[in-house]
């Protein structure tokens, strides 16, 4: 069966970091060609775009409350995305979710969980003292 897997969370003091990351699972799926986002949703929430990386030109996109904190990469040797974290906050809590399109979304509608075909189970990710 066709999955993503998310890995890499866990519980991190604040300004603490932690790196995620986002395989393929059951099917031969070369992440390269698809566009890879990064996704959270905390305990009564919606779920909220974190960050894309573009399989068309490799740009990356950030929500602005993660900017400067968060950064997106793809490694095709062992087709995994990651997201690297840091200087966490206690708002980053949520379970973080990667996800992939089959068509780029772009800068208009990256954070658009309707673009995206799978998803992951995802990871929880607690930032507290």
């Known amino acids: 069966q066709e999955q993503l897997v998310e890995s890499g969370g866990g519980l991190v003091q604040p300004g603490g970091s932690l790196r995620l990351s986002c395989a393929a699972s059951?099917?031969?799926?070369?992440?390269?060609?698809?566009?890879i986002g990064w996704f959270r949703q905390a305990p009564g929430k919606e779920r909220e775009g974190v960050s894309c990386?573009?399989?068309?030109?490799?740009?990356?996109f950030y929500a602005d409350s993660v900017k400067g904190r968060f950064t997106i990469s793809r490694d095709n040797a062992k087709n995994t995305v990651y997201l690297q974290m840091n200087s966490l906050k206690p708002e980053d809590t949520a379970v973080y979710y990667c996800?992939?399109?089959?068509?780029?979304?772009?800068?208009?509608?990256?954070?658009?969980?309707?673009?995206?075909?799978?998803w992951g189970q995802g990871t929880q990710v607690t930032v507290s003292s």
């Open positions: 996800a992939a399109a089959f068509f780029d979304p772009g800068s208009s509608s990256w954070y658009d969980v309707y673009a995206y075909n799978y």
């Open positions: 059951g099917f031969t799926m070369d992440l390269d060609y698809f566009a």
């Open positions: 990386v573009s399989s068309s030109d490799g740009s990356t």
